[in-house]
């Protein structure tokens, strides 16, 4: 069993947040094939606002998608004390704040990854996320900003003296973005210097790839990301046949169009068909089709033609 704080889990997988991915649909299909603490998208402190649309779709959940956390980026205390106290209006099960996320408009401005330049003011803002709210806090580190700048575990000291109750670790710098190899090396560092639970991230494609991360670092978890991408049997350790996949691609394409209603469901779900039919013989055509697609029909006779 692992623990978080007070939220204790059975499995050691961990459905990682992804932006413009992590929907709920997302979470939903990827419990259902076994996942169990899942994140919601990454929410900007700056743009989360008490009755935005946008604030209330990213935290739109159901009673089957538990346990839940969530996911804040920031890096200015102001705007982080204002979203902790929207925040309180939402259940959730664990709080992740982000310091490993490379876009360039995000380290501009302070967040995200660059705050791995900076521990000290990172264990400030965490000090402050901690006292905000009465989930466990978690705080999702790289391993460094570039090779010659590793300092996951020092980061990782500084957040667990701010008061983590877990932290995850994306074994690449922020220079590497999402490319090159994964520096397992300095997640065991991590995962060496740390009393509270380390989750390990990065190329987590396979069982083998799950297994090797788990030997070559000692980690408590692995977070599960781009390799549950079209592939939610990643949490059974299994490879669907076909027919099961065209049948996972109809039911996720439904239940997006049920939420999100058909015109922005079926252009949201677009990017799956891709993912979903990666090793699909003679696709091309059609995965140029499904970028097009307007209507549920539409997609799903695409679909159909993919069988
Ligand atoms: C499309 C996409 C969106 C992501 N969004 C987030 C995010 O919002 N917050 C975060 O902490 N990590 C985010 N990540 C990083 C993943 O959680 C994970 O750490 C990273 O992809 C490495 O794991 P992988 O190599 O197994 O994919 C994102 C990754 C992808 C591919």
Request: net charge positive; glycine share 8%; charged share 30%.
């Amino acid at each position: 069993m692992l623990k978080i704080g007070d939220l204790k889990l059975k499995s050691r997988l961990i459905l990682a947040p992804m932006a413009g991915i992590s929907d709920l649909p997302f979470r939903l299909l990827c419990r259902k094939f076994g996942a169990e603490l899942a994140f919601v998208e990454m929410i900007n402190a700056r743009s989360i606002g008490h009755k935005s649309r946008r604030t209330r779709s990213m935290l739109s959940t159901s009673t089957k998608d538990k346990p839940l956390g969530i996911q804040l980026l920031g890096s200015e205390e102001p705007y982080i004390r204002k979203a902790l106290q929207v925040l309180k209006e939402y259940r959730f099960d664990i709080l992740d704040f982000n310091a490993a996320c490379p876009a360039k408009k995000v380290v501009r401005r302070g967040e995200g990854a660059s705050l791995m330049k900076d521990p000290k003011k990172l264990s400030k803002l965490l000090k402050l996320v901690v006292k905000g709210t009465k989930a466990p806090v978690t705080v999702k580190i790289r391993s460094g900003w570039d090779k010659d700048s590793v300092n996951a575990r020092e980061v990782a000291l500084y957040a667990e003296d701010a008061g983590v109750a877990g932290v995850f670790v994306h074994g690449r710098t922020k220079v590497q973005g999402y490319g090159g190899s994964v520096d397992y090396k300095s997640i065991k560092e991590v995962k060496k210097a740390l009393k509270v639970p380390v989750i390990a991230s990065g190329d987590i494609f396979s069982a083998a790839l799950i297994n090797k991360m788990f030997d070559e670092t000692g980690a408590d978890a692995v977070a599960v990301a781009r390799g549950a991408l079209g592939n939610p049997w990643i949490f059974q350790d299994r490879k669907p046949d076909k027919k099961e996949v065209i049948q996972i691609m109809t039911e996720h394409l439904n239940s997006c169009v049920d939420f999100y209603g058909e015109k922005r469901g079926v252009i949201i779900w677009r990017k799956f068909f891709g993912w979903y039919t990666k090793g699909f013989r003679k696709v091309r055509p059609l995965r140029e089709k499904s970028s097009r697609a307007k209507t549920s029909d539409e997609m799903l006779d695409i679909i159909r033609e993919a069988a």
